[in-house]
Antibody, heavy 125, light 108 residues
Framework: EVQLVDSGGDLVQPGGSLRLSCSASGFIFSSSWMSWVRQAPGKGLEWVAN????????YYVDSVRGRFTISRDNARKSLYLQMNNLRAEDTAVYYC??????????????????WGRGTLVTVSS | EGVLRQSPVTLSVSPGERATLSCRASQSLGTNVAWYQQKPGQAPRLLIYGASTRATGVSARFSGSGSETEFTLTISGLQSEDFAVYYC??????????FGQGTKVEIK
């Protein structure tokens, strides 16, 4: 069965750090780009970060660049998101997802075909 | 920066009827649009990609159409499990992976 299981969400104070994890099964993880997507309470979906198959390519939404780091361990079939200097506006359910990556108009783009169940990150004092 | 506008915000439909959801883009997207279904407390589920191609395992009740700036998701013969929030997403322009704000389909 194709599955992503995300974990690590917690209540953290502003300025604090947290590391999210995602465990994959049922597909060839090492051949797949991977992503984190978030959803603030009662709000829509926002792509956060992508990482290439071997971890050498990484892309971030502007609002988290410099604070969040995406990484992966292909031997463990695991994806991670290290979140530093957290802000209240980072409060959200964070989903691990598999993007299908395309080159469109010479630019890199993607949509998502597999999603984890999500893990809640709350940033509050 | 491209914007996706979904309408209506909420759509009230009786079981068995058809629901028509709209997604409009501020810039041309070709057919690089995906649609997702999200039920309360669950992750989104890919329904449609390429504006009109159903993802694996998706019921034929779901159909997508459109191109350039106007896209439609149609749900025929609504069943109880179809009441959910639906998002469109573009994968044609920068910034990548942009979603619309969602349409909630509720029971009338």
């Amino acid at each position: 069965e194709v599955q992503l299981v995300d974990s690590g969400g917690d209540l953290v104070q502003p300025g604090g750090s947290l590391r999210l994890s995602c465990s994959a099964s049922g597909f060839i993880f090492s051949s797949s780009w991977m992503s984190w997507v978030r959803q603030a309470p009662g709000k829509g979906l926002e792509w956060v970060a992508n990482i290439g198959e071997d971890g050498s390519e990484k892309y971030y939404v502007d609002s988290v660049r410099g604070r969040f780091t995406i990484s992966r361990d292909n031997a463990r079939k695991s994806l991670y998101l290290q979140m530093n200097n957290l802000r209240a506006e980072d409060t959200a359910v964070y989903y691990c997802a598999r993007p299908l990556v395309l080159i469109v108009n010479t630019m890199y783009n993607f949509y998502f075909d597999i999603w984890g169940r999500g893990t809640l990150v709350t940033v509050s004092s | 920066e491209g914007v996706l506008r979904q309408s209506p915000v909420t759509l009230s439909v009786s079981p068995g009827e058809r629901a028509t959801l709209s997604c409009r883009a501020s810039q041309s997207l070709g057919t690089n649009v995906a649609w997702y279904q999200q039920k309360p407390g669950q992750a989104p589920r890919l329904l449609i990609y390429g504006a009109s191609t159903r993802a694996t395992g998706v019921s034929a009740r779901f159909s997508g159409s459109g191109s350039e700036t106007e896209f439609t998701l149609t749900i025929s013969g609504l069943q109880s499990e179809d009441f959910a929030v639906y998002y469109c997403q573009q994968y044609n322009n920068w910034p990548p992976g942009t979603f619309g704000q969602g349409t909630k389909v509720e029971i009338k």
